[in-house]
């Protein structure tokens, strides 16, 4: 079974620049999520989502980061502008569903790195 | 901010039993203890989760105490390539997963 994919693995782009990361989950999985993992800390969570839409958002500061899920399958999030305290891991994840502690196990992506001049 | 208490770090000799403790001495009835694990340059990866009862998977063994204020880790026989850091997380079902610092374990050959 292929595991979740994300793209690219590292970017290095300037302040104020624009970047997006992509995420491929693992197929049949209805939820996914975007964390982001600053040096040192553990993830974040910057949003949920069901299928194509939205169930948390809190964390997602959305003045700079946006993301959507079009087709309720794979998922892109952006920034913009980029910010020196961007600079972090962002992790995508998916899981079966989100509801039930034996069907919302997340599996995790291997992480995009940015970093931000 | 994360429910749980760890030690920030552990050593382990390898093939020896490693044994890492979690208070979460605020848990509530309805709230999972979860644990994942994050090796360098990866992605978390979810290793096992339990409510009350003592649980086993084919990567470790959670106990948790009988008042659930606290639980452990073991992994059995610890190998180089269990060296990484170990996340415990107390949640609701349907509740975000809420990452702390975690204990970084190094097994030492």
């Known amino acids: 079974e292929a595991g979740v994919a994300q793209s690219p693995r590292y970017k290095i782009i300037e302040k104020r620049q624009s970047v997006a990361f992509w995420c491929n989950p693992i197929s049949g999985h209805a939820t996914l999520y975007w964390y982001q993992q600053i040096l040192g800390q553990g993830p974040k969570l910057l949003i949920q989502f069901q299928n194509n839409g939205v169930v948390d958002d809190s964390q997602l500061p959305k003045d700079r980061f946006s993301a959507e899920r079009l087709k309720g399958v794979d998922s892109t999030l952006k920034i913009q502008p980029a910010k020196l305290e961007d600079s972090a891991v962002y992790l995508c994840?998916?899981?079966?569903?989100?509801?039930?502690?034996?069907?919302?196990?997340?599996?995790f992506g291997p992480g995009t790195r940015l970093t931000v001049l | 901010d994360a429910k749980t208490t760890q030690p920030p770090s552990m050593d382990c000799a390898e093939g020896r039993a490693a044994n890492l403790p979690c208070n979460h001495s605020t848990i509530s009835g309805n709230e999972y203890v979860y644990w994942y694990r994050q090796i360098h340059s990866q992605g978390p990866q979810y290793i096992i989760h339990?409510?009350?009862n003592n649980e086993t998977n084919e990567m470790a063994s959670l106990i948790i105490t009988e008042d659930r204020k606290s639980s452990t880790l073991i992994l059995p026989h610890a190998t180089l390539r269990d060296t990484a850091v170990y996340y415990c997380i107390v949640r609701l079902g349907n509740t975000p997963l809420v990452f702390g610092k975690g204990t970084r374990l190094s097994v030492i050959a």
């Open positions: 339990g409510l009350k």
């Open positions: 994840a998916s899981s079966l569903t989100h509801w039930s502690p034996i069907t919302d196990t997340q599996y």
